[in-house]
Nanobody, 116 residues
């Protein structure tokens, strides 16, 4: 089992920045990727970014490329999502997701609201 605890959401004006954190505990040695998803009201959950747990390579959705950066601190078993140049359309609940060879795990979600 892997447990994920997210933090860092909040209210920010358009053009501002926020950093989300996702702390993993438990059987983290089994993880392959750490991922960020988001879900806006009335919309389906969508992929935002991914980072390899061991190698650190990253990939992003086109909608956030160049504005968001995901990174990891292996010593702290924590991944981050740095969000810059935020837009009102980035408003959503952001979820951390951890994937192993068989199972996947979700954090509780954190609300990000961007005002215009």
């Amino acid at each position: 089992q892997v447990q994920l605890v997210e933090s860092g959401g909040g209210l920010v004006q358009a053009g501002g920045s926020l950093r989300l954190s996702c702390a993993a505990s438990g059987r983290t040695f089994s993880l392959l990727t750490m991922n960020w998803f988001r879900q806006a009201p009335g919309k389906e959950r969508e992929f935002v970014a991914t980072i390899q747990w061991s190698g650190g390579s990253t990939s992003y959705a086109d909608s956030v490329k160049g504005r968001f950066t995901t990174s990891r601190d292996s010593a702290k078993n924590t991944v981050y999502l740095q969000m810059n140049s935020l837009k009102p359309e980035d408003t959503a609940v952001y979820y951390c997701n951890a994937r192993g060879p068989i199972f996947g795990y979700w954090g509780q979600g954190t609300q990000v609201t961007v005002s215009s």
